[in-house]
């Protein structure tokens, strides 16, 4: 099996070709100029594997949340190529896939996934990763306020996200349970692309006009003056 992975969310952009448990992958922290350089990076990708598009078997995606251009750059280009080669397409919440990298990077099986989603609010959820290609959200997946951020019962449990950097307080406010974090982890299309292979697998694959972004967020209008629930979350 092969599945290329694009994941533009964040300030990552990143691109990895799966094949049979091996992975290539071109990863690097942009910011900004992400629809510049994913292309490239699928080629120099597809290049380094010698494999052509077309003999792919599907192409997994970053759906978000995360930044809204972002994640309508890495959907729609995931369509277009998909549309072009006749593949289809494994949308991957990028939740699941950071709480993936955290895994694959040596935390335990319980992460809870937050990333700063800006206006004092993060992107959130907790996951069970005792299969580390399908994680398991326990609870929904939301935007809220940090103050709001918490963790099943049971468990040691370990943060991953920019989500603990932009509020600090946050590994205060979950308590010990808490054992680590890990605030400069982002999502990487590696692990997106481990989670579209199992999701492929499961017959989760989807036409690419039927891939659609996940923001979690309707209202992108900034909301000037709001006081955060908890005063000590304040972004640093």
Same mark, same amino acid.
């Given at each position: ?131 580390? =290609?399908? !994680? /398991?959200? %326990?609870?929904?997946? *939301?935007? @809220?306020?940090? +103050?709001?951020?918490? #963790? ?58 039927? =891939?659609? !972004? /996940?923001? %979690?967020?309707?209202? *992108?209008? @900034?909301?000037? +003056?709001?006081?955060? #629930? ?7």
């Amino acid at each position: 099996m092969k599945i290329l992975a694009i994941d533009t969310a964040t300030e990552a952009c990143s691109v990895a070709l799966w094949q049979d448990g091996a992975v290539i992958h071109r990863y690097e922290v942009l910011g900004r100029g992400h629809a510049e350089h994913v292309l490239p990076m699928v080629d120099a990708v597809l290049a380094e594997a010698g494999v052509a598009l077309a003999t792919v078997d599907a192409i997994g995606v970053g759906r978000g949340p995360g930044a809204f251009t972002g994640v309508r750059i890495g959907v729609s280009v995931a369509q277009g190529l998909a549309c072009g080669a006749g593949l289809p397409v494994v949308p991957v919440s990028n939740l699941a896939a950071l709480a993936a990298r955290a895994r694959r990077q040596g935390a335990g099986p319980q992460v809870v996934a937050c990333m700063d989603a800006r206006m004092n609010q993060v992107y959130w959820a907790p996951f069970d990763l005792a299969d580390a =290609a399908r !994680p /398991v959200a %326990l609870l929904p997946e *939301v935007v @809220s306020d940090p +103050g709001r951020v918490v #963790l099943p019962r049971g468990g040691d449990w370990f943060g991953a996200g920019h989500g603990f950097g932009a509020y600090p307080a946050l590994h205060t406010l979950l308590g010990e349970r808490l054992v680590g974090f890990d605030a400069e982890l982002l999502p990487h299309a590696w692990d997106v692309a481990v989670l579209a292979a199992a999701g492929y697998a499961d017959g989760l694959a989807v036409a690419p006009e039927l =891939a659609m !972004p /996940v923001y %979690l967020r309707d209202d *992108v209008a @900034s909301r000037r +003056g709001q006081t955060p #629930l908890d005063p000590l979350l304040t972004p640093s």
